[in-house]
């Protein structure tokens, strides 16, 4: 009969501790949820410059053990930086960055940038392609285009030259050149016609 007796007291205790403490540990395992999920959660998309975002958080909650014991708020805050990085844009022509490689040939006479060339000089044509897309270019007057008077740096095998742009060539590929006789014979004998795998870039 004691033991009974015992084991109900002890009964009534475990009821009456589970009552008292549970309503408290069960919205503090509610707010460590919340932020869990608030600090997992996937970042959004930003597309339009490099920024970085903090966001505060605050988690409030009501804790009461009892009707016979006043409830008191629990707030937690939870801080999140978010940054995001992208690359803007661009739209320079890729004939002007870096080095580009193409075929060389050789000729002279009256130039697109108004000059009469001459066989003595170091002068070259750029392919009509990158002469009407050079930036600043209007399209009217090939007198007035930016490239011209624009300076090139030239190899070939070894061998190098720097040249002044004076003319536009009809029948070059996109990076080809086409050099003044002399140009040309710095980078190898006149009578090859053609290099083809010459590499360049410009001076400025």
């Known amino acids: 009969m004691m033991l009974f007796r015992i084991f109900s007291l002890f009964l009534c205790l475990a009821t009456f501790v589970n009552a008292l403490y549970m309503p408290l540990i069960r919205p503090l395992a509610?707010?460590?949820?919340?932020?869990?999920?608030?600090?997992?959660?996937?970042?959004?998309?930003?597309?339009t410059e490099v920024?970085?975002?903090?966001n505060v958080e605050h988690i409030t909650?009501?804790?009461?053990?009892?009707?016979?014991?006043?409830?008191?708020p629990i707030e937690v805050e939870v801080t999140t930086t978010k940054t995001a990085t992208t690359r803007a844009p661009t739209n320079t022509p890729s004939f002007l960055v870096g080095t580009q490689t193409g075929n060389g040939t050789y000729s002279t006479g009256l130039?697109?940038?108004?000059?009469?060339?001459?066989?003595s000089d170091h002068i070259v044509a750029v392919s009509h392609f990158l002469f009407d897309a050079?930036?600043?270019?209007?399209?009217?007057?090939?007198?007035?285009?930016?490239?011209?008077?624009?300076?090139?740096?030239?190899?070939?095998?070894?061998?190098?030259?720097?040249?002044?742009v004076a003319d536009c060539c009809e029948g070059c590929a996109l990076t080809d050149l086409d050099f003044s006789p002399a140009a040309f014979d710095i980078l190898a004998?006149?009578?090859?016609?053609?290099?083809?795998g010459i590499t360049w870039h410009w001076m400025d």
């Open 61 to 72: 909650t009501e804790v009461k053990a009892s009707d016979s014991l006043p409830s008191f």
């Open 111 to 119: 130039g697109a940038c108004g000059i009469v060339n001459h066989d």
């Open 30 to 47: 509610d707010i460590t949820h919340r932020a869990v999920e608030v600090l997992t959660s996937p970042l959004p998309a930003i597309v």
């Open 51 to 54: 920024s970085t975002t903090t």
């Open 189 to 196: 004998d006149p009578s090859v016609g053609r290099l083809d």
């Open 134 to 164: 050079f930036p600043g270019y209007n399209g009217i007057n090939p007198t007035t285009n930016p490239v011209c008077g624009k300076q090139i740096s030239v190899s070939y095998q070894g061998k190098s030259v720097i040249v002044t």
